[in-house]
């Protein structure tokens, strides 16, 4: 998402949702560099255990933390747990990373050396589901739009690693539309496994007569859409 788009109220909304329509999971907000009114804010809005390291903390306390968390989310999932980690943001714990790292001696474009992405891509992969056990899901947030060459290599680096993309954009968001979402660009791999066939062959529909539209438009319509039908069987007659 690029910055003021919405990402980290969009992010709170999905862990009281978790935490309203799943009670059983263990909700870990992890607040890496954010600000710490925001910190303040996702404490008192979130039913779940928020862990941070404000933008005024060294690169070293937002390794440290990031760290805790996910072993203590490890040995939760061992026990048979199922977690939620909600990261903000995986381009700032790059970034710390990036920073703490030692050098290697190859330097990628914007700064980033080249063994920096390693580890915080071992925290995104973490996420999992056990045979024997419980699982992690990991739902983060990628910075973009900010003039910096570091976070476009950081995003493009994890781009496709995740099992969904949802991507906001600014434009929409300048329309006051929220959530600022990016449906031509935002999907989900395996769709077919979380979908009965009925409902994808709806989607599909859906996604082709997005094909022609820009992501204003199409926000607009899904909008108008939703405002105007009463139930999803209402919503997909006459696509």
């Not at 788009?5 to 607040?31: C, D, F, S």
């Not at 996702?42 to 933390?65: C, I, L, W, Y």
């Not at 045979?131 to 947030?141: C, Q, V």
């Amino acid at each position: 998402a690029p910055p003021k788009t919405g990402k980290t109220t969009l992010l709170k909304e999905i862990a009281n949702t978790i935490a309203y329509n799943h009670p059983e999971v263990y909700l870990l907000i992890l607040l890496i560099d954010e600000r710490p009114e925001e910190v303040t804010d996702m404490q008192r809005n979130v039913n779940g255990e928020v862990v941070s390291s404000t933008f005024d903390e060294p690169a070293e306390k937002h390794v440290k933390v990031a760290n805790i968390v996910l072993q203590k989310a490890k040995r939760m999932v061992e026990c048979g747990h199922d977690v939620v980690i909600l990261l903000d943001s995986i381009t700032r714990l790059a970034r710390a990373y990036n920073t703490v790292s030692p050098t290697s001696g190859k330097v990628l474009s914007g700064g980033v050396d080249s063994n920096a992405l390693h580890k915080p891509k071992r925290f995104f992969g973490a996420a999992r589901n056990l045979e024997d056990g419980g699982s992690l899901s990991i739902i983060a947030t990628a910075i973009i739009e900010t003039g910096s060459k570091m976070d476009e290599v950081i995003f493009e680096e994890f781009k496709g690693t995740g099992n969904m993309e949802l991507q906001l954009d600014r434009k929409i968001a300048n329309k006051r539309i929220y959530p600022a979402i990016d449906l031509i660009a935002s999907s989900t791999r395996k769709e077919e496994l979380l979908l009965n066939k009925n409902t994808l062959n709806q989607i599909f529909l859906l996604r082709k007569r997005f094909s022609d539209m820009t992501p204003v438009e199409a926000m607009e319509y899904i909008k108008f859409r939703i405002i105007n039908t009463k139930n999803k069987k209402e919503f997909f007659i006459n696509l």
